[in-house]
C-alpha cells in the first residue's frame, strides 16, 4: 500500500491490517517499483503457461488474480492457498527442490506424508517453480474431469499438479496414463496405502 510520507494515522491503519507499506509520493513509488518489482522472465518464469482457454479453472493463477489472505490464515490456522505461495509469506520447503529434480527422471512423482506435513504447499511452490509451457494445477479430481482435461490437451505436452490424488485414484491415472503427460501430485500416506494397488 502506497501512503504519502508523515500520514501516520493512514500507515498505522493499514501496517495494523498486515500490509507492507511504502512511504512515498507517486515518484518515490515508480522509483519503488522499478528497484523491487522483478522483470518478466526473472521471477515470473514460474506462473507463465500456455494453457488452453477451456481449461483456465486448472491454470496456475498470478498474485492479481487471487484475493489476499492474511499471513495468520497460513501459519496459524494452517490453510494453504495460492496467495500465500505467491506472495511468498509461506517460506520455501526443502522438499521442493527434491521434487524438481524427480520430475526431470520421472514421468509420474507423488509426494506422500501425514496430513498437516506441507503436501499442498510444497506441490504449488515447485507448479511456480517448474519450467514448463503447459502447466495445470487440479485437486480432488474424479474421471470425467481427467477425461475432460486429456481431450482438451489434444496430445500437448503438459506437466499436471495434483493435489491430493488419491481422493480419487482412477482419475489420476488416467492422467498419469496419458502419454503427453507428466504429474505431480500429493498424497496422505494413510489414502495412498487404501488405493496404491490401482497403480502400476
Request: charged fraction near 25%; include cysteine; proline fraction near 4%.
Amino acid at each position: 500500500i502506497q501512503c504519502l510520507p508523515g500520514n501516520t494515522k493512514q500507515i498505522r491503519l493499514f501496517r495494523d491490517l498486515g500490509c507492507n507499506i511504502i512511504e512515498a509520493d507517486t515518484k518515490g513509488l515508480f522509483e519503488w517499483i522499478r528497484d523491487n518489482i522483478p522483470e518478466y522472465g526473472e521471477d515470473t518464469v514460474g506462473t507463465r503457461t500456455e494453457v488452453n482457454e477451456n481449461l483456465q479453472e486448472y491454470s496456475i493463477p498470478t498474485i492479481n488474480q487471487v484475493p489476499a489472505v492474511p499471513v495468520d490464515d497460513f501459519y496459524i490456522q494452517g490453510k494453504t492457498q495460492w496467495y500465500s505461495i505467491l506472495s511468498k509469506q509461506a517460506v520455501e520447503l526443502d522438499i521442493v527442490n527434491d521434487l524438481c529434480d524427480a520430475i526431470i527422471a520421472n514421468k509420474n512423482v507423488i509426494l506422500i506424508s501425514t496430513d498437516f506435513s506441507g503436501k499442498t504447499t510444497a506441490l504449488m511452490q515447485t507448479a511456480l517453480k517448474v519450467a514448463a509451457d503447459n502447466k495445470l494445477y487440479v485437486e480432488n479430481i474424479i474421471p470425467e474431469q481427467a477425461r475432460y482435461i486429456i481431450a482438451q490437451l489434444g496430445g500437448r505436452d503438459t506437466t499436471i499438479f495434483v493435489d491430493n490424488c488419491a481422493s480419487d485414484m482412477e482419475a489420476y491415472r488416467i492422467l498419469a496414463d496419458a502419454p503427453h503427460v507428466k504429474t505431480v501430485a500429493t498424497s496422505s500416506d494413510y489414502s495412498f496405502e487404501a488405493a496404491k494397488h490401482l497403480l502400476e
